[in-house]
């Protein structure tokens, strides 16, 4: 036990991660065993007695492999669910490997140092400010919390208020406008951070989940003075909608010439819909991007980085690094010019070195492949839109501006819509060629399309665009 057989066990670690990888092309796309019959397999007391490290690996891989969706599939078009770019898996086992705690630069200056690199290559690749401050997070989700938090701070202080000294109890009223059609994570974050719903003003998005900028000028019109936070999104997670920047910037200019220019931030919810700056032809569409406060994004959805992997980004690193540092005097503080503690950037203390990863995603496309990627996942979106729209019955419910495809099904024998579009779900599942997954749009259920994976190629399109068909008009 002591001296491990590394051979032994990482060489079968490796066939059985080959042969996942081999079959991920053709095996069921969607889970065959749910909650019950794996956990039949697995529960059972706390073993007495220690196994093999070998035979560990390979009883779970059998045991799990049932109730495994291959979301790395190329037909994995479920929720917005990247894949795994072959150099960043195999970073990403490194990164286990090595198993660096990648809190400090003192032990770890490796870590930080590919983290600083990556940041750079992110703030290139998707047009933000250099001077832009990163901390690699889980998720979009904390990358949220990680910029609202510097956002609430700056703004409270601008008004005089230190949220780390007195908390929020008492403090002045931080006037915060988030669209309807926004992720269900901004409210989380903000809720995490003491800013409940009640203190949330809520703007009307239109048709397409886009933030409307009519609205939002009559909602900042109707505002009392005082610090304001605007969250805005680019890819909505359903449609793919991207909000009217150009118009918020407007609207924010005039706002900042009112209650200060530290009194005003705006952040960006780009989880997916970042990355369409980093394509040419799409850049044009998120115009007036760069000139937010911050932005949150994942590596896990669009860069194919495994899970997980989200980025915080912000254009106030004085901002950022106070609403995240943590002191302790057992800990070593970074030295030296531009070296940097990477929990001083995020909400964690010990972490995971998910630089490694986004590093080799990066390195592997280079410029133009992410720009390719991001490219072929819409064309293979607009691909799905055409092939089911063509379809009698068959209605693409949304704009297709990026890689999200709303589709609504009518019952063919004249029934209830809804049901039906439910049941093709239903079916599309079971059939296993592919996995799309459901929502409501404009009051109608429908089917979502998610083309973020970059193996996805247009067969895998034209086979799942049959299998959907074949849900819809079964014989
Ligand atoms: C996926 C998604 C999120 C949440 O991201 P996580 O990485 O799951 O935390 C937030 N916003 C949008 C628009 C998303 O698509």
Redesign the pocket.
């Known amino acids: 036990m002591l001296t491990p057989d590394w051979e032994l066990v990482l060489g079968r670690t490796t066939e059985l991660a080959l042969r996942y990888l081999d079959d991920l092309p053709e095996r069921p796309v969607f889970a065959r065993a749910g909650w019950d019959a794996v956990h039949a397999v697995l529960d059972g007391p706390v073993p007495d007695d220690g196994t093999d490290a070998e035979r560990v690996v390979t009883e779970l891989a059998a045991a799990v492999d049932p109730g495994l969706t291959a979301m790395g599939s190329g037909r994995f078009f479920g ?2 669910i990247g894949g795994a770019l072959p150099a960043a898996l195999a970073a990403d086992w490194l990164t286990a490997a090595w198993d660096q705690n990648a809190a400090m630069l003192a032990p770890t200056p490796s870590a930080m140092v590919v983290e600083d690199v990556a940041a750079r290559w992110l703030r290139e690749l998707l047009a933000l400010p250099s001077h832009a401050s990163v901390g690699f997070v ?7 919390v990680t910029c609202l938090a510097a956002a609430r701070d700056r703004l409270l202080a601008a008004v005089g208020w230190d949220v780390a000294t007195d908390g929020l109890a008492g403090s002045p009223p931080l006037h915060v406008l988030v669209s309807a059609a926004a ?1 269900v ?2 409210g989380r974050a903000l809720r995490l951070l003491g800013i409940g719903r009640s203190a949330v003003h809520v703007v009307p998005a239109d048709g397409q989940g886009r933030l409307s900028a009519t609205d939002l000028e009559r909602a900042l019109a109707a505002l009392p003075e005082g610090p304001t936070l605007v969250c805005a ?1 680019v ?3 359903n449609t793919g909608a991207i909000d009217p920047l150009p118009a918020v910037n407007e609207l924010l200019v005039r706002r900042r010439a009112r209650v200060g220019e530290d009194a005003v931030w705006l952040h960006i ?5 970042l990355w369409a700056a980093a394509s040419p032809s799409l850049r044009p569409g998120v115009a007036g991007l760069d000139a937010a406060d911050s932005w ?1 994004t ?1 590596a ?2 669009w860069l194919n980085v495994p899970y ?1 992997s ?1 980025i915080a980004i912000c254009a106030h690193p004085d901002a950022h690094r106070r609403a995240m540092a943590a002191h302790a005097e057992y800990l070593p503080d970074a030295v030296g010019d531009g070296g940097r503690d990477a929990m001083d950037w995020t909400p964690e203390f010990s972490r995971r070195a998910r630089g490694f990863a986004v590093y080799a995603a990066i390195r592997q496309l280079g410029r133009s492949g992410v720009a390719e990627l991001v490219d072929r996942c819409c064309a293979n979106a607009r691909r799905f839109a055409e092939r089911l729209g063509a379809v009698p019955g068959v209605t693409v419910l949304n704009e297709v501006v990026l890689n999200q495809v709303l589709v609504a099904f009518a019952d063919p024998s004249g029934g209830d819509d809804d049901a039906h579009t439910r049941a093709v779900l239903e079916r599309v599942l079971d059939d296993g060629t592919c996995v799309t997954t459901g929502s409501t749009w404009d009051g109608r259920a429908c089917m979502r399309i998610s083309v973020s994976n970059w193996s996805t190629t247009e067969a895998d399109v034209d086979r799942s665009v049959a299998a959907i068909l074949r849900a819809h008009r079964p014989d």
């Open positions: 929720w917005v889980t998720g979009c989700q904390l990358a949220h992720h994570t901004v999104q890819g909505n997670v919810d780009g989880a997916f819909g949150a994942d896990h959805k997980d989200g």
